[in-house]
């Protein structure tokens, strides 16, 4: 059996984008997107992206991590299946489809894919981390030297802590660079490592940083893999409503597939 698949990045975070509208991908087969995710027996990618028909939107995403299994939802994933369906000529500029997490709104440009995130609310701030939901669970740590700490050393542990469990969470670590920009490095749960960038991990920083120091919106975050921007509102109860995550996402290569 052969899959034709294309490779799609957004800041370093890279997926296997498959146009699954025909529905003849077998979503059930945790070990066939595991091998495929793979960097050395497979494509390589920190996870697996299918594009389907839904009636009521443009376009529906089914998303898996790297590990084979159906992840919560993705932010860079979601950007580059923007992308992707744009480049199929499914949309124009704007629109409107339906993920994991409900439906989402996104506009392409050139340069940039702009993805509404859905509100957020229930931050926990606690005196050695926050913990938040953007789409996908989220720890955010801040620190003053990023640039040398040892991401999944740190992050691991975190990852599968009680406190999180059973389900685990990602841990990002938080450099504030400015008034305006931030440094946001990931370990991200379903890849077990540090990724080179994560959307809904850098939505969950800007956030954090909001509301422990007071940083206003829009955000500039850099990653390992680019630049990032994260724009919100946040309301009287302590939620955000109208988050945008802004940054580039870009077409690798496509190709074949046999297993
Ligand atoms: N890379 C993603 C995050 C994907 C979800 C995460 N791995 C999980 O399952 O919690 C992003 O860009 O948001």
Redesign the pocket.
């Known amino acids: 059996m052969t899959i034709d698949f294309y490779k799609y990045q957004g800041t370093g975070?890279d997926f296997v984008m498959i146009d699954d509208r025909a529905e003849t991908f077998p979503v059930q087969d945790q070990a066939l997107v595991a091998h495929l995710c793979h960097r050395r027996f497979g494509i390589g990618a920190?996870g697996l992206i299918l594009l389907r028909n839904d009636p009521d939107y443009d376009f529906r995403m089914i998303y898996f991590?790297a590990d084979g299994a159906e992840?919560?939802?993705?932010?860079?994933?979601g950007r580059c299946i923007v992308r992707f369906a744009h480049d199929l000529g499914v949309f124009d500029r704007r629109t409107r489809f339906i993920a994991v997490d409900g439906a989402h709104e996104a506009e392409v440009t050139p340069d940039v894919v702009a993805l509404k995130m859905n509100t957020v609310s229930g931050m926990t701030v606690q005196p050695h981390y926050i913990f938040l939901n953007t789409g996908?669970?989220h720890v955010v740590k801040f620190t003053e030297d990023l640039e040398s700490l040892d991401v999944v050393a740190e992050g691991r542990p975190i990852r599968y802590s009680e406190p999180f469990a059973p389900g685990g969470t990602?841990v990002n670590y938080v450099q504030v660079l400015d008034e305006q920009h931030l440094f946001v490095r990931t370990y991200?749960?379903?890849?077990e490592d540090e990724?080179y960038s994560?959307?809904?991990?850098v939505t969950a920083a800007a956030l954090a940083v909001h509301r422990q120091y007071g940083l206003s919106s829009p955000i500039a975050i850099r990653t390992l893999g680019g630049d990032l921007r994260v724009a919100f509102t946040p309301q009287q109860d302590g939620s955000f409503r109208d988050i945008s995550l802004i940054g580039p996402a870009h077409r690798v290569f496509g190709g074949q597939v046999s297993y």
């Open positions: 975070n920190d991590n992840g919560s939802m993705c932010g860079n994933g996908s669970p990602n991200e749960r379903g890849v990724t994560c959307g809904t991990g």
